[in-house]
């Protein structure tokens, strides 16, 4: 069974920064591009990054380009994202995602992690 | 970036009715389009990808049709447990961008 398990989220002061992991376990990892996911708190969704299954690619929404890095670590099939010089507005829940090989579908979410942004 | 305009953005239905909802991208995107169902306090499940694939285990009441701009999930026979917060999203051209959401209810 896929299962995707986001920790580090919490209660971070603006400009600070914050790493988030997601440990990934039943299916092999290092084949799988993956992604990150956030949701604003009662709103809808929002892509923030991917990355290459072998780490080699990454991809950012323009928001978070130079602040935020996706990264990964196939011998501990785990996925993070380093978000620094945090704001208000990127307080949300962030899911992790396995993609699909064809068409880079969101196949698989992660429970969520929520950070909240504030002073 | 190409915007997904849904609607409606909340509906009410009665079981065992059939309901449609509607996904408008602002530019041509070749069906490279998913629906994504979110239930109350859950993460979101893969329903439908390429426009009308079925993604693995989900009821066959679901289904997807539509191209060029114009997409829709329609639910046949409304069952409770498809009370959710229904979501498409393109991948036709990054940054990868979703609709607002459908809220589906019982009436």
């Known amino acids: 069974e896929v299962q995707l398990v986001e920790s580090g989220g919490g209660l971070v002061q603006p400009g600070r920064s914050m790493k988030l992991s997601c440990a990934a376990s039943?299916?092999?990892?290092?084949?799988?591009?993956m992604a990150w996911v956030c949701q604003a708190p009662k709103k809808g969704l929002e892509w923030v990054a991917t990355?290459?299954?072998?780490?080699?690619?990454?991809y950012y929404r323009d928001s978070v380009k130079g602040r935020f890095t996706i990264s990964r670590d196939n011998a501990k099939s785990t996925l993070y994202l380093q978000m620094d010089s945090l704001r208000s507005e990127d307080t949300a829940t962030y899911y992790c995602?396995?993609?699909?090989?064809?068409?880079?579908?969101?196949?698989?979410w992660g429970q969520g992690t929520l950070v909240t942004v504030s002073s | 970036d190409i915007q997904m305009t849904q609607s409606p953005a909340s509906l009410s239905a009665s079981l065992g009715e059939t309901v449609t909802i509607e996904c408008l991208a602002s530019?041509?995107?070749?069906?490279?389009l998913a629906w994504y169902q979110q239930k109350p306090g859950k993460s979101p499940q893969l329903l439908i990808y390429?426009?009308?694939s079925l993604n693995d285990g989900v009821p066959s009441r679901f289904s997807g049709s539509g191209s060029g701009t114009q997409y829709s999930l329609k639910i046949n026979s409304l069952q409770s447990e498809d009370v959710s917060i229904y979501f498409c999203?393109?991948?036709?051209?990054?940054?990868?961008?979703f609709g607002a959401g459908t809220k589906l209810e019982l009436k």
């Open positions: 995602a396995r993609l699909t090989t064809v068409g880079h579908w969101f196949a698989y």
């Open positions: 039943g299916f092999t990892f290092n084949n799988y591009d």
């Open positions: 990355i290459s299954y072998d780490g080699s690619s990454t």
């Open positions: 530019e041509d995107i070749y069906s490279n």
């Open positions: 390429y426009a009308n």
């Open positions: 999203q393109q991948n036709y051209d990054s940054p990868y961008t």
